[in-house]
């Protein structure tokens, strides 16, 4: 971007009072929201009320609406639910019960609203927006404000951030609360597979989502359950059949469990609907199965929010009130939300009329049209889905004569094998026959090479580590080997899923193409690791699970701080060179401060941070974190800090220090990791599938061009195939990662959340975009 970088230090709240609520059902995050809101709107000098039990609330006025401090929202990061309270409210959808409102905001100056909920709170707001000056004419004509009031006034600014666990609000990939609400479900299912698995059961569960299937489809793709029933695709007609037959078919290839998941909102093609109740009685006669049903009700709004919905949230906060600053009587109310990893700004508007266009579209029975207009994201998780679910009898597979070959490469990340069954699954679907290679490319030049079938690869979604084995072994000192055991068993293609050393792998592959015939052959790299350090994508399958573990040792260790009083804990993290884990984690955590290689720092700002810290131990909050990347500075070590805050702290407050090690690479994927895992890895592929036909010539695939070796990452908005020749000139090699790193920008967020004076690059929020209706051939080309 040639553009000179714009500054929000320009943008002065002062004069300005905004009111910040939550409405409709509750969600993990809110409260995140809310601390961002908070904290910005105090930052850009603005007064910021709380508006306690949403809209019933600002009706009520009295104690409910309250200005708020710095300190209000301390502590209320990791809470799940809201803590200043959501009811849903008679009153305001009269126009006597909006008057009132508009009165209780006018005495404490109130003309910009952040309101947190889902569509129905969201057009009531428009509503309240669109009234306004109306409202404010006849609380002067009845005497209650003087006409001085009404042109101070004028204008009520609304901006939106959609907090729901169902995501069904269109134009938002994520709205807060849906990884959360996964992370519940996923919970409970991997744990149901132990019981189901000890007696050979089958069991259905009901997720919620009355009107959108999206918890139900996604927990299905990550738990890699048997059949899904979800309002927007409903069955064909005979599905019982179909179901009963794929469910017997399973226990007989030796699958000691089923899993159905049914969204509390699943209707058959006849709009009539599909309960779990019913859909157990059906097994039971039918099959005979043991079948027991478990109702996941309010258990998925509840809990501590994801790392995931904590950063999205904080976001969302800070872009909601850069919005509000900017905002002008001609600008629109809006949503802030998510596109890829964008924050975007869209009409509130054309928002809520196309998601009520879904809900049209399914009442008439128009399904297919539903599927496209929740989005590309939505409609990738669908076909991914019926990808992998079902395998087709082995004489409907087509035949290719491919040999395939997978194999995991560096340290362990969760989600690679999600990332291999995908592989697998689709390899065989396409006609190949696909390979697995045990422990990495040492295994590969010892032969540790064998097929592996569709069933092969069941119940891996949900398994951590790396099951095929993986080593850091670079291929270039086993490169005859490794060329003999590509001949020897005729492999045409290779998926290679790892980290730093996958990428510099495969380089090191495509450098000896001109010494060995054997790798001119398609190859594509999955970037997996957990210190999402891999050059071209944003994001990495493993990181997300890794950032969650972080999140939820500083939650405990705040905790522990909070009890002891004055105790500052400096907390170290893996990541290699790469800031990504403490960064995030310290934006997730709400730490003080978080070292990285990427930001150099010295004596002075440590002696900074110490007094900043000082100070804070003067207010209620009195207990501190401060997160430490390893190798962030060779001599400022996890112990020089921790020596330096206790030496500089004495009498003020005491310091603790934690190394996080090992267990940042352990435990079970998150579903945002087996999600992408499988995803990306299925679209790495079908990749794979274009590229052989492209380049088998007279018996045999020759492929020698720059572009057949690939990495695939998510960059922005979308997932890309990239030469990994190409990406060695936005390499750092001597540490290890990208020259240019997305999430760099969002370090300010950290600091102004923590109250350091900090200048934040807004140049790329501000633009008001169009909820866009895509094609359907765009849902195949990028969107994750």
């Not at 299937?213 to 029933?229: K, T």
């Not at 403490?582 to 003080?592: F, I, Q, R, V």
Request: contains cysteine; proline residues 3%.
């Amino acid at each position: 971007m040639d553009h000179q970088p714009k500054f929000f230090e320009n943008l002065s709240g002062t004069g300005k009072a905004i009111g910040v609520l939550t409405s409709g059902g509750d969600a993990q995050g809110m409260n995140a929201a809310v601390r961002a809101v908070v904290r910005m709107g105090i930052y850009v000098k603005a007064k910021v009320y709380f508006v306690y039990e949403g809209y019933q609330g600002m009706v009520d006025g009295g104690d409910n609406i309250v200005e708020v401090s710095w300190e209000s929202v301390s502590s209320i990061l990791q809470v799940g639910g809201t803590v200043i309270g959501s009811a849903r409210c008679k009153s305001f959808r009269t126009r006597e019960g909006r008057l009132q409102a508009a009165y209780n905001l006018v005495q404490r100056g109130i003309t910009n609203l952040c309101v947190i909920g889902g569509d129905g709170s969201l057009t009531g707001a428009n509503l309240f927006r669109e009234e306004w000056s109306g409202l404010l004419e006849e609380l002067a004509q009845k005497g209650k404000i003087d006409e001085e009031a009404v042109k101070k006034y004028a204008y009520l600014n609304i901006v939106g951030m959609v907090g729901s666990i169902d995501n069904d609000f269109c134009g938002t990939d994520m709205t807060i609360g849906t990884d959360s609400a996964l992370h519940r479900i996923i919970e409970v299912v991997d744990a149901i597979m132990t019981t189901a698995q000890s007696h050979q059961r089958t069991f259905v569960l009901e997720v919620m989502g009355r009107h959108c299937g999206y918890l139900a489809l996604v927990s299905a793709l990550a738990c890699g359950a048997d059949w899904v029933f979800i309002p927007e695709y409903p069955p064909e007609e005979g599905w019982e059949d179909s179901m009963c037959v794929k469910l017997s078919e399973n226990r007989a290839r030796k699958k000691r469990l089923n899993i159905i998941i049914v969204a509390e909102g699943a209707i058959d093609c006849h709009n009539k609907p599909i309960t779990s109740e019913k859909v157990k009685d059906l097994v039971v006669q039918r099959l005979g199965f043991d079948t027991r049903v478990t109702i996941l009700g309010h258990v998925q709004r509840g809990g501590t929010p994801s790392a995931f919905d904590r950063i999205l949230a904080s976001r969302m906060g800070v872009e909601a009130v850069l919005a509000l600053l900017e905002a002008t009587p001609a600008t629109p109310a809006c949503v802030v939300s998510l596109s890829g990893n964008q924050a975007v700004r869209l009409p509130l508007m054309e928002c809520v009329q196309m998601t009520q266009e879904v809900q049209k579209a399914m009442d008439e029975g128009r399904f297919v049209e539903a599927v496209r207009l929740r989005g590309r994201s939505f409609e990738n998780n669908l076909n991914t889905y019926k990808l992998l679910s079902h395998k087709k009898p082995d004489a409907e597979l087509p035949k290719t004569n491919f040999n395939v070959a997978v194999l995991n490469v560096g340290a362990p990340a969760a989600g690679m094998n999600a990332a291999v069954r995908a592989a697998v699954r689709v390899g065989i679907t396409e006609g190949h026959k696909m390979f697995a290679v045990i422990d990495g490319f040492e295994g590969f030049a010892r032969g540790k090479i064998k097929e592996i079938s569709w069933g092969d690869v069941g119940g891996w979604t949900g398994q951590g580590g790396s099951i095929l084995g993986t080593k850091r072994t670079l291929p270039a000192k086993y490169l005859e080997k490794i060329a003999d055991q590509m001949r020897t068993n005729n492999i045409n293609a290779l998926m290679v899923i790892g980290g730093f050393e996958a990428y510099e792998s495969c380089l090191q592959l495509h450098e000896a193409r001109s010494r060995f015939e054997e790798f001119c052959v398609p190859i594509c790299v999955l970037p997996a690791t957990i210190s999402n350090n891999v050059p071209g994508t944003d994001f990495s399958i493993g990181a997300d699970t890794s950032l969650n573990a972080i999140v939820e040792t500083c939650d405990r260790i705040k905790q522990s701080a909070s009890g002891t009083k004055r105790r500052v804990f400096i907390i170290e993290t893996m990541g290699g060179y790469c800031g990504y884990l403490a960064n995030m984690g310290a934006l997730a955590a709400g730490a003080d401060a978080a070292y990285i290689f990427e930001e150099q720092f010295d004596i002075r700002e440590l002696q900074a941070n110490v007094e900043h810290l000082t100070e804070k131990m003067k207010t209620s909050i009195q207990r501190g974190l401060v997160l430490r990347n390893e190798n962030c500075n060779e001599n400022y070590t996890t112990d020089f800090i921790y020596q330096l805050y206790s030496e500089e702290g004495k009498g003020v407050f005491d310091c603790r220090k934690n190394v996080l090690g090992h267990m940042q690479q352990g435990g079970a994927p998150s579903p945002f990791d087996r999600n992408f895992g499988t995803k990306i890895s299925a679209k790495a592929m079908q990749w794979i599938s274009k590229k052989l036909k492209e380049t088998y010539r007279k018996g045999k695939v020759f492929a020698n061009t720059d572009d057949s070796v690939c990495l695939l990452g998510m960059r922005r908005r979308n997932l890309v195939f990239q030469p990994v020749a190409e990406l060695k000139t936005e390499t750092d090699f001597v540490h290890r990662i990208p020259k240019e790193q997305w999430w760099l920008k969002l370090r300010p967020l950290m600091k102004i959340l923590a109250k350091y004076k900090t200048s934040y690059d807004v140049s790329d929020s501000g633009q008001l975009e169009h909820v866009a209706m895509h094609s359907p051939k765009e849902a195949e080309t990028g969107a994750i």
